[in-house]
């Protein structure tokens, strides 16, 4: 493309030949011949200024074809997108992972929950991004990777210290329970919270101790069990 060329904008090298914005390549060609018949220096009427204005224009519009504006077909019976939605989970399906069925605007969505889901995290299926939120349940509670629950044992070992066996979350977990730990009513199991998964460690279990009632089941105890039954399914 020559100087002048540049120096001519699109609508002006229409103007000089005459040609519509949507002229095709025929149309294009005959008006610049049109245009330079009249303005070449052999005539008499000619004019070498405008001549060569003439083939910079047609030169700018070879090179500048019209594109129709094109529009993508309708779509019928389109799926609206759904950017985000929360997934409510309990811990022990953060723990051991699992399935949850799912209908999202008229879709039937099956998701694959991989074990050690944290508070935050996202989960995206077929276009559609879940972030994850833990189910706030009785006697449980999940700080960050660590997992505290509230258990009841034999009031002796509060009193003594003494071996527990404790049901996690990984299931039966053998436990000494130090007379200090006793007496702050507080064991930790390293490595017995949530499992380790992309860039979190495995996180602690930490249980609160409580003494049992001869004879009862607490709803904590249930809980426990109830993990330990996820976790081994």
Do not use: C
């Amino acid at each position: 493309m020559t100087a002048r060329a540049s120096a001519l904008t699109l609508s002006a090298a229409r103007a000089l030949l005459g040609v519509a914005p949507d002229a095709d390549e025929r149309e294009l060609r005959t008006a610049y011949r049109e245009a330079a018949k009249r303005a070449h220096p052999d005539r008499p009427t000619g004019d070498a200024a405008l001549f060569r204005d003439v083939l910079a224009a047609y030169r700018l519009l070879q090179d500048h074809p019209f594109q129709p504006t094109t529009f993508p077909p309708a779509v019928t019976n389109a799926v609206p997108v759904v950017d985000r939605v929360f997934l409510e989970i309990d811990i022990a399906t953060a723990v051991a992972g699992g399935a949850e069925d799912l209908a999202i605007d008229g879709r039937h969505l099956r998701l694959k929950l991989p074990a050690g889901l944290r508070e935050g995290d996202k989960v995206r299926v077929e276009g559609v991004t879940f972030e994850v939120r833990l189910r706030a349940q009785d006697g449980a509670l999940v700080r960050g990777d660590d997992i505290w629950l509230t258990g009841k044992v034999d009031p002796r070992v509060l009193a003594e210290g003494g071996r527990v066996d404790a049901d996690t979350p990984l299931g039966p977990r053998p436990a000494w329970i130090s007379t200090k730990a006793a007496a702050r009513g507080l064991v930790r199991l390293p490595g017995q919270g949530l499992p380790a998964r992309a860039a979190h460690k495995a996180g602690d279990l930490f249980l609160r101790l409580e003494a049992a009632e001869a004879g009862a089941e607490s709803p904590a105890r249930s809980l426990l069990k109830r993990f330990a039954a996820a976790w081994a399914a």
